[in-house]
């Protein structure tokens, strides 16, 4: 059975920066395009960046584009997101999934999830 554990949240300063990691164990990522979610409480869990399974995609809500950047390690079966220029609007718990196909920055049949980690961006 695939798990998916995030790290790397915290309390971080506008403009500064945090990478976020999705560790999967049980299974290889390679068979699952891999998305990161975000949410804030009272609101929909949100869509932020997704990468296809081979890794030849990644796409971004325009949010975040100029500023997120997705990738893997396939030796750690690790995903992460790379965030620079954050904003206070970018605080939330922030997920990763594992399903079936990236459409654009959107990852569905999303059949994994982490329990998230918490960004905060303030001052």
């Known amino acids: 059975q695939l798990q998916l554990v995030e790290s790397g949240g915290g309390l971080v300063q506008p403009g500064g920066s945090l990478r976020l990691s999705c560790a999967a164990s049980g299974h290889a990522l390679t068979f699952y395009g891999i998305g990161w979610f975000r949410q804030v409480p009272g609101k929909e869990r949100e869509g932020v960046s997704c990468i296809t399974n081979d890794g030849s995609s990644t796409n971004y809500a325009d949010s975040v584009k100029g500023r997120f950047t997705i990738s893997k390690d396939n030796a750690k079966n690790t995903v992460y997101l790379q965030m620079n220029s954050l904003k206070p609007e970018d605080t939330a718990v922030y997920y990763c999934?594992?399903?079936?196909?990236?459409?654009?920055?959107?990852?569905?049949?999303?059949?994994?999830w982490g329990q998230g980690t918490q960004v905060t961006v303030s001052s």
């Open positions: 999934a594992a399903g079936s196909y990236c459409s654009g920055y959107t990852l569905y049949g999303r059949n994994y």
